[in-house]
């Protein structure tokens, strides 16, 4: 008797990644670059949020031939994004066989109010957290991973950081707290308390924790893992930048040795121009894709 | 007291570390080829085997590696670990460490949403074993000297030969530690060996 889609095989592809980095990828090609600088898993998409974010307009679910094309490039897995609520478009990724659904905020919303019920899948999701009560209404919700939301398409890490503080400085929280004190905390915070209650007692989440939104240097890759993070998607800033052959291969070394500060000295020496960034203030309400649904 | 350890370049090093912990021993996360000289066996995890190995010669851990093995000290592979260790790989021209006589097959049981768990027959260690694959490979054939411990759908997913284990499924996600427990006693008769040689 075998049984496929539980909760340990979908986190344990999760397990799978842990150190390593997440990069986004438009066509076979850079999907090539991304494998051959190590990268563990690469998201298939129709445009890297930089450019959807330049665009404007609805953005949607990848043309399937890009996504089918990344899959038949490499033999790394592959991620590709489907809308927040968009029951369909993830059910359309499942079937291509796609190894894992982002449940993304980088694309226009399809529901503004109700996720997708995430446990009805074979496929694992990953979905972007801010806090810990987003976090843990995403893992009710049957997430099988995380990643903080930051601002996507930025190249500034300010975000990222601040999610991933936030989560880690909540885990604390949760953990000092007595049982009684766990039911208000899940009240104010809108979060399972029974999910609350196994990250009490483990003192950590029960899914990995990846970093995302605005990572554009090797350095930015291995801030988030001294925050704590299990590992890194790279959305814009490697095929945004000046080199993305080597912005790829040093991002991945980062991570990896992300407290050998001499090393990383070594992987940022002439790099090239990073991707241009962006300052938060200069966005707008409606710039914001963190923002989308919580 | 024996100090296992386990290769940490990518992938589910820290749940192997758990692992070797719940068995009683000290487990070190290697992560530079000088701290293999202290430990007497070493896991190869779970994770990508392509990063790993790209990890691998960017460190300088490969001959280190190989040699850790040829001296006698034993090493277990799962997953990922199982095709690092592998002589041949079916569709690729190049092994990697290619330590342990066998030809193995990559995401042999299909993508993700084929992945599964499963109770196994795992012969010296339990007839029902948790185990959890995941983007799996297989072994498709091994030498004579090679003991086949468990199969899986008329598959070899687990094999002994020597001092080298390898596992097509991930020991270290359940709180099932008898496979890790075995490797353990494996570790321990080569140290005795070792020793008296």
């Known amino acids: 008797m075998s049984q496929i889609g539980t909760d340990r095989v979908k986190r ?8 390593g980095v997440i990069m986004d990828v438009v066509n076979a090609e850079q999907a090539k670059i991304a494998e051959e600088a ?135 929280e949760v953990t000092n707290m007595a049982e009684d004190e766990l ?29 995302a939104g605005g990572i554009a240097t090797p ?54 121009t990073a991707m241009p960034g962006l300052e938060m203030s200069t966005l707008t309400d409606s710039d914001r894709m963190q923002d989308r649904s919580e | ?46 994770g990508e085997s392509t990063t790993m190995r790209r990890l691998i010669d960017r460190y300088d851990f490969f001959e280190a590696l190989q040699e850790f093995g040829k001296s006698g000290k034993p090493i277990f592979g799962t997953c990922a670990g199982l095709i690092l260790l592998a002589s041949e790989i079916n569709g690729q021209s190049h092994a990697h460490l290619g330590l342990m006589d066998m030809v193995v097959e990559r995401n042999a049981f299909g993508r993700q949403r084929e992945s599964f768990e499963t109770k196994l027959e795992v012969k010296g260690v339990a007839e029902d074993f ?8 297989h072994i498709v054939n091994v030498k004579e000297d090679t003991e086949v411990l468990a199969t899986y759908d008329g598959q ?8 080298y284990l390898a596992a097509a499924f991930h020991p270290e996600l359940t709180d099932d530690h008898r496979l890790t427990q075995y490797f353990i006693e494996l570790v321990k008769k080569s140290k005795l060996k070792l020793a008296a040689q």
Request: aromatic content about 4%.
């Open chain 2, 156 to 163: 070899i997913v687990a094999a002994q030969q020597g001092h």
């Open chain 1, 219 to 272: 350095a930015d890759a291995a801030l988030m893992m001294q925050l704590g993070a299990d590992g890194v998607f790279v959305g814009s800033g490697i095929f945004k930048s000046d080199n993305p052959e080597r912005f790829a291969r040093s991002i991945v070394e980062a991570t990896t040795h992300y407290d050998d500060y001499k090393l990383i000295g070594e992987l940022s020496k002439g790099l090239g």
């Open chain 1, 38 to 172: 190590g990268a563990v898993a690469v998201m298939a998409l129709e445009r890297v949020p930089a450019d959807i974010r330049a665009a404007g307009g609805v953005a949607r679910m990848a043309d399937p031939t890009i996504v089918e094309e990344v899959m038949n490039a490499v033999s790394i897995p592959v991620m590709a994004k489907a809308r927040i609520g968009h029951i369909v478009e993830a059910r359309v990724l499942e079937a291509m066989g796609v190894d894992y659904i982002d449940e993304s905020e980088v694309l226009t919303p399809a529901d503004e109010l109700y996720h997708i019920n995430k446990r009805d899948y074979t496929v694992p999701f990953v979905c972007g957290c801010r806090n810990l009560g987003e976090a843990v209404r995403r893992i009710g919700e049957g997430a099988s991973m995380l990643r903080t939301k930051g601002e996507p398409g930025t190249g500034n890490i300010v975000e990222a950081v601040r999610h991933m503080r936030e989560v880690q400085k909540q885990i604390k």
């Open chain 2, 130 to 137: 948790e185990a959890v694959f995941i983007r799996a490979p």
């Open chain 1, 183 to 211: 039911m208000v905390y899940a009240k104010e915070n809108g979060a399972s308390y029974e999910v609350l209650l196994e990250i009490r007692e483990s003192g950590r989440l029960p899914v990995v924790n990846f970093a």
């Open chain 2, 1 to 46: 007291m024996l100090k296992i350890g386990v290769l940490g370049l990518q992938g589910a090093f820290r749940e192997h570390k758990h692992s070797i912990e719940s068995c009683g021993q000290e487990a070190l996360i290697v992560k530079k080829k000088e701290q293999l000289d202290e430990v007497d066996g070493l896991i190869i995890p779970g």
């Open chain 1, 12 to 19: 344990g592809m999760a397990e799978m990644q842990k150190g």
